[in-house]
Each structure stands twice: as structure tokens, then as C-alpha cells.
């Protein structure tokens, strides 16, 4: 049987801390891959930013890790994944992967065959590129699908507000909609979201069903790996960390996140 292998590291970036939600997943599956994670703290969030800015900001943190000699390239960021993506692989020859399509997968799976209707809450740039909407039309065209920015859930996760009382007013309030008319199934459609899916499953119908893109981003990589033969050689070489600012606070966000990774490090870059 003719193997290859590859041992380079598979480069993550997000914009802030939302990113190591795919981090975590990928740790899981992939225990011999080596990591390196990229958070652009200095222009977190790009949810905000028009597509031009997100396309120039995704290309430029690529740029970073492409120059670490990563295998691939996920992209952990919905508005990146959506404004920047096609930018990003007219860029490079590397594979690079978004969240985008893995998660609507993952949301027709959860529909185990039925007709319901899907929900996407996301930025205003990730619902204003209607990605989420279009790519779901294509891949199930007569499943209704309704789109909701909730564009406060991204500073609230990077300020670590998490446990405050008003926050749980605050989601209530922003997802309103589907509480008055609950839909089957609920896209996370920003990687900042999943540290609030406790709380969005206590509001929303119980039926309900919350996909988050780390899962199904895990699969994807793994047919990936499979496709191009790109599997380590060697044990995990370990996960590098760079930010664009705010090292310390990243280093003490990342540590909630990945208890069972001792962050060493983190360096401080200049895009």
C-alpha cells in the first residue's frame, strides 16, 4: 500500500478567541496533527467590517501562516468564511477550509431526512452575504431558511460576559424570532456562539437542534487528510499560538477553553 505522510502543522485563525471552539474539536479528533492558531485580537470582530476589509484581513492573517508552512488552512471564522474564502484560494495552493458548508451539512443531518426549517444566526456580515442561505438553497432547495444577525453575542464572548445575568436578556431578546416561531434546527453561524449554546438552548423550543461548525469542520478535514495523504509521521509537535494583540488575556481565555492544553506561550505578531 503506497502511504505518504506529511508532518507539517494545519493552521487555524479566527478573529478573536471564538476560533478555538474548531481548535478543541480538531484537538479531539486529530491527536497526532500539529496546530498553529492565529486570533487577529488587534481587528476583532470582523463581523462589523465591510467584505473588502474582511477579504484583505483574511488574506493577510493566511499570509502569516502560510509562512509557518502549514498543510491546510482552516478558516474559523464565519465572516471570513464567507466574504474571504474565494480570495483566500485564488491565494494559495494550499487546501483551505471554511465553516460555512460543513455546517450546512450538518444541519440537512439533522433533519434526518425531513422538510423543517433551519435557522442561521451569525454577524451582520456573515447574514448580509446570505453564504449560509445560498449554500443551503442549493444543497436542499426546499427547506425554509431564516437569517439573524446577533451581533452582540461576538463582544460579549470576547469580554468574557458570559455569566452575567443580563446577558441571558440579552440573548433572549436577540432570538426573539425564534421564539415566537421556533424552526428545527438552529445554525451557530459564528464560531464565537458555541460558548453560549447553553444558554441559546434554554431559551429556544426544546426540539430544537444547535449545530456549531467544529464537528462537522473535523469531518471535513479528516476526508481532507484522507484525499490528499497528508496524514503525520510523527506524534503532535505540539500547538503554536499568535495573536495580533492582547496576549495575556488571550492566554487566560484560551486556558477556560482548553483545560487539558498547557498554553505556554503566546506571541504577539504584526500583520
Known amino acids: 500500500m503506497n502511504t505518504s505522510y506529511d508532518s507539517r502543522p494545519i493552521g487555524i485563525f479566527d478573529s478573536g478567541v471564538g476560533g478555538l471552539t474548531v481548535l478543541q474539536e480538531l484537538l479531539s479528533r486529530f491527536p497526532q496533527e500539529s496546530f498553529v492558531y492565529l486570533g487577529d485580537t488587534a481587528r476583532v470582530p470582523y463581523g462589523t467590517k465591510s467584505p473588502a476589509t474582511v477579504q484583505r484581513y483574511t488574506i493577510q492573517v493566511a499570509e502569516l501562516l502560510l509562512q509557518q508552512n502549514v498543510k491546510g488552512l482552516v478558516a474559523a471564522c464565519n465572516t471570513a468564511s464567507a466574504l474571504g474564502l474565494t480570495a483566500l484560494r485564488a491565494h494559495t495552493t494550499v487546501p483551505v477550509l471554511g465553516v460555512i458548508e460543513p455546517g450546512c451539512q450538518a444541519a440537512i443531518r439533522a433533519l434526518q431526512g425531513k422538510i423543517g426549517r433551519i435557522g442561521v444566526i451569525g454577524t451582520h456580515a456573515t447574514i448580509a452575504s446570505k453564504a ?66 447553553p444558554k441559546i438552548s434554554s431559551i429556544l423550543n426544546p426540539d430544537t437542534v444547535l449545530v456549531d461548525s467544529a464537528q462537522a469542520v473535523a469531518l471535513a478535514l479528516q476526508q481532507l487528510i484522507d484525499t490528499r495523504k497528508i496524514r503525520p509521521a510523527v506524534q503532535r509537535d505540539g500547538v503554536r499560538f499568535y495573536v495580533t494583540d492582547a496576549a495575556t488575556r488571550f492566554r487566560e481565555v484560551a486556558a477556560r477553553f482548553l483545560p487539558q492544553l498547557p498554553i505556554e506561550s503566546v506571541e504577539v505578531v504584526d500583520l
Not at 460579549?156 to 445575568?165: D, K, L, M, N, Y
Open 132 to 197: 449560509y442561505a445560498q449554500t443551503l438553497s442549493v444543497l436542499l432547495p426546499e427547506c425554509p431558511v431564516q437569517s439573524l444577525a446577533c451581533p452582540l453575542f461576538v463582544p460579549v464572548v470576547e469580554e468574557g460576559w458570559t455569566s452575567q445575568p443580563s446577558t441571558q436578556l440579552l440573548i433572549r431578546e436577540s432570538l426573539q424570532p425564534f421564539i415566537d416561531m421556533p424552526v428545527h434546527v438552529l445554525i451557530l453561524g459564528c464560531t464565537h456562539y458555541p460558548i453560549l449554546k
